[in-house]
């Protein structure tokens, strides 16, 4: 039996947008303030050397904008039109582009796949890692929790994703979890803070969709696709945008 977990990730897995605006703590004390605006600019710092020194990400930001998944590069060099880019195979310029927009994913892939030390170099990646323990505690001591965030949210999916048997009467069946993110950022960004926050080890590449173009629903259809039959499914989040029952086939969550 296969469980899928489907995360949203800023604000969920990771805090990020919420230190950066200042709505982490609008209700707490002026220094308290200060303090989350500062980690959530290193953080937007950290987030734009890995895309744009890193993952080529001004290059291809407007295709980016289109991309669902990883998985889409396939179709998008034998079609252009799948990126927005136009007629389709017929624009010789458009392919050649996309061609070489589908390396740079590649090579993002393999980056994300290997962590954050392939992503940074040693000195920049040891930085990330402080920063992000300097964020743990600063909403440790202001949020009152047991934990780091970041810790927890790694802990909490490397936990999930553990294959486990259950007694099912006729037999003992395994359980496969599969931990899946649909985000509204691009992609590329996406994989980019999944990496800083320490969170590549437990979700693969090919399971993050980005809706930054699109409905969530149109990724939660296409995630339903790829594992039923037989699947149950569950959404995690801190808002709207999660699938309904209508839109993943009266499924329960």
């Known amino acids: 039996m296969d469980i899928v977990l489907i995360w949203d990730l800023d604000e969920t897995l990771i805090i990020f947008n919420s230190l950066f605006n200042g709505s982490a703590t609008a209700l707490l004390e002026e220094k308290v303030q200060s303090e989350a605006l500062s980690l959530g600019t290193q953080w937007s710092e950290a987030v734009f050397e890995v895309v744009d020194r890193h993952l080529s990400f001004q290059q291809c930001e407007d295709m980016d904008a289109a991309m669902e998944t990883v998985l889409d590069l396939a179709s998008a060099e034998e079609d252009s039109s799948t990126l927005g880019l136009g007629a389709g195979s017929c624009a010789e310029d ?47 001591i202001h949020f009152h929790l047991e934990r780091g965030w970041l810790a927890w949210a790694a802990q909490l999916l490397q936990d999930c994703a553990a294959t486990t048997e259950t007694d099912r009467g006729a037999g003992v069946q395994r359980v496969r979890v599969h931990n ?33 173009s699109r409905r969530k629903q149109s990724c939660f259809e296409r995630i339903r696709a790829r594992y039923e039959p037989g699947a149950a499914f569950c959404a995690l989040g801190d808002g709207g945008g999660r699938p309904n029952h209508r839109g993943m086939g009266r499924r329960e969550f």
């Open 180 to 212: 899946v993110v649909v985000t509204a950022g691009q992609l590329l960004p996406s994989l980019a803070k999944l990496a800083l926050f320490g969170l590549s080890t437990h979700v693969a590449a090919s399971d993050v969709f980005s809706a930054a």
């Open 94 to 140: 458009d392919l050649e582009r996309v061609r070489c927009v589908a390396e740079t994913y590649r090579q993002a892939r393999s980056l994300y796949a290997q962590g954050l030390d392939a992503m940074l170099p040693s000195g920049q990646a040891d930085q990330v890692r402080r920063l992000a323990a300097q964020t743990d505690a600063f909403l440790q």
